[in-house]
């Protein structure tokens, strides 16, 4: 993420990671504030044996594109809800990638640092049986939890 600003959003990637049983870390680098850090996160990242990236990020958000340029993993970018415009120009940042260096963008805020936990989990079950079965198991759970009553 670009900044310790962003882990109330993000620590929900990180908690549904956690709860699906993926190993996983996370770390504070501003494509802004610390782009040496964040050009050998990216540049190392295969070679540390991640698999899925997650860049989460506010504002001028091109912590997930410059992220995306400099890997060949797949980079999943949840813009994070700033103060001034309510995650827009996060959103805007992030999704507007050119043609060539994708990356996937969730929806602003909370629920979209959810998705991206489970989607990077849906990636990595695509090789990993377990992972799927966990996967399942969370999905059937999250459904049996909907009351059918609004009371
Ligand atoms: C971005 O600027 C960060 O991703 C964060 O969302 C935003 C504000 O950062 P702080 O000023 O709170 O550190 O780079």
Redesign the pocket.
């Known amino acids: ?6 882990w109330e959003t993000m620590r929900h990637a990180a908690e549904t990671l956690e709860a699906l049983g993926v190993a996983h870390e996370a770390k504070v680098v ?3 504030r610390t782009p040496d850090r964040l050009y050998d996160y990216a540049k190392s990242a295969a070679g540390r044996g991640l698999k899925v990236v997650i860049a ?6 091109h ?1 997930p594109g410059m992220a995306a340029s400099m890997t060949a993993l797949p980079v999943l970018g949840v813009p ?1 809800e ?1 103060k001034a415009l309510k995650g827009m120009d ?1 959103l805007l940042s992030i999704v507007q990638m050119p043609g060539g260096v994708p990356v996937g963008t969730l929806a602003i805020g909370k629920a979209g640092a959810i998705n991206a936990g489970l989607l990077a989990a849906s990636i990595l079950a695509l090789s990993d049986e377990a992972l799927g079965e966990r996967l399942a198991a969370w999905r059937t759970a999250q459904t049996a939890a909907v009351d059918e009553s609004p009371e």
């Not at 993420?1 to 962003?6: K, N, P, T, V």
């Not at 989460?56 to 958000?61: E, N």
């Open positions: 993420m670009g900044s310790r600003s962003d501003s494509a802004h989460g990020a506010g504002g001028a958000a912590l994070v700033s996060s």
